[in-house]
């Protein structure tokens, strides 16, 4: 298994809360993604990054924030939860090599009350 | 905006009996992933097709991509009660940043012993 681990697994939040979920990988990968997965949505991309400071917006970046200061670790910040926000995130790599076979975490389920 | 759609939205067959899930798709593609989900679990990669290939094997997993019709199929053969599961088809369009995958809402399967 790729080494991918999303942190915290759960959390369960307020709204207007600011969220932080932590992406971390081993495999020193240079792309990596942030996926949220919602019934009847499939998965959709938020923003993803192609190196150390270089990230990009996805389908649905609004709301989302992400910072990546090291290889290894790839930040989502939701500054202001909101119940629309509720959902299954996935964080995923990629080594560019692979015409784009990404490898995923277990996810993190954010509930926003 | 999705881009593949997959159907049937469930399947509920018997172990030993083959598996067929269809896939359709938008704008030209690079190429096309399929990916299975256990419950609660990340996506793991099964297997990719390219765009100028028709058709690959992997294992017990047939998949054949018609790029006139926009659409491919993942076949698994001689099912078992493991293989129930989310299968999620993923393009890469033409023109899309690297490993931007745009996926699917999924087929559901369940294999009954």
């Known amino acids: 298994d790729a080494g991918i681990t999303q942190s915290p697994r759960h959390k369960v939040t307020e709204t207007g809360t600011p969220v932080t979920l932590r992406c971390h990988q081993t495999?020193?990968?240079?792309?990596m993604y942030w996926y949220r997965q919602d019934p009847g949505h499939g998965l959709r991309l938020i923003h993803y990054?192609?190196?150390?400071?270089?990230?990009d917006k996805g389908e649905v970046s609004d709301g989302y924030s992400v910072s990546r200061s090291k290889t290894e670790d790839f930040l989502l910040t939701l500054e202001s939860a909101t119940s629309s926000q509720t959902s299954v995130y996935f964080c995923?790599?990629?080594?560019?090599?692979?015409?784009?076979?990404?490898?995923f975490g277990e996810g993190s389920r954010l509930t926003v009350l | 905006s999705q881009q593949g759609e997959e159907d049937p939205q469930a399947l509920s067959i018997q172990e030993g009996e083959n598996a067929t899930m269809n896939c359709s798709y938008k704008t030209s593609i690079n190429n096309l992933q399929w990916y299975r989900q256990n419950s609660g679990r990340g996506l793991v990669h099964l297997i990719l097709?390219?765009?100028?290939?028709r058709e690959k094997h992997s294992g017990r997993l047939r998949v054949t991509l018609d790029t006139s019709k926009k659409s491919s199929s993942l076949l698994i053969t001689a099912s078992r009660a493991a293989d129930t599961a989310s299968y999620f088809c993923a393009t890469d369009k033409v023109g899309g940043s690297q490993g931007n995958l745009i996926f699917g809402k999924g087929t559901k399967l369940s294999v009954k012993p």
């Open positions: 995923a790599i990629s080594d560019g090599v692979l015409a784009g076979e990404l490898f």
């Open positions: 990054s192609y190196g150390v400071k270089d990230t």
């Open positions: 495999e020193n990968h240079r792309y």
């Open positions: 097709i390219r765009s100028n290939e």
